[in-house]
């Protein structure tokens, strides 16, 4: 179940929603935030990769010959956006196991909000690649919007981002540097605090993945 603009889809499913509640709970601790995070990545990636491209094939059956469908498109390449995207990089993996990973280090400067790269690791292919951006808190989108312009360029043409929340601001932000990015997210929330955190949100992602705080 999902909810769809053109390049922007809330996945309403009662389970993403359910784990969603549950990573919003300030009293969730650490070791089930991540798991949770790990759950959801794994459903929003059933969803984000819905428009892959497929071919038939033959196949045998203990029983007889049939035809079957196989992902045909491009390979692809996952890249966290550390530190948080490093936390929903398992749940797409256990989809997409043969996919290869970059790595792309970018900090939010806490008074300009405004990204600074530090790491950029990408497979040496990544042009010829799906990239999934993964990203749970979409947020000013300034990191994303920074992430998506170090993929494309490298080369990347097809370029989605998985995140888990996102503020209305940071989809109109990404969306009008990168109209050609879609977006998966399990919410849209209200907006963003003076500090630049979604409200009502989850609080720090990554502080809550890895118990920072
Ligand atoms: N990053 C986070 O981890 N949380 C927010 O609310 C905004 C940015």
Redesign the pocket.
Known sequence: MSVATEKLVVVDHPLVQHKLGMLRDDSTPTHLFRQLVDEVTLLLTYEATKDFATEEIEIETPLERTTVQRISGKKVAVCPILR?GLGMLDGVLSLISGARVGFIGLY?NEETLQPVEYYVKLPADVAARDVILLD??L?TGNSTAAAVSTVKSAGATSVRLIAI?AAPEGIERLHSEHPDVPVVVAAVDRG?NEK????P???????RLFGTK
Do not use: E, K, W
């Open positions: 948080a939010r749970p808190m947020a929340i963003l630049g955190y979604i409200v949100g989850l609080g720090d992602a990554g502080d």
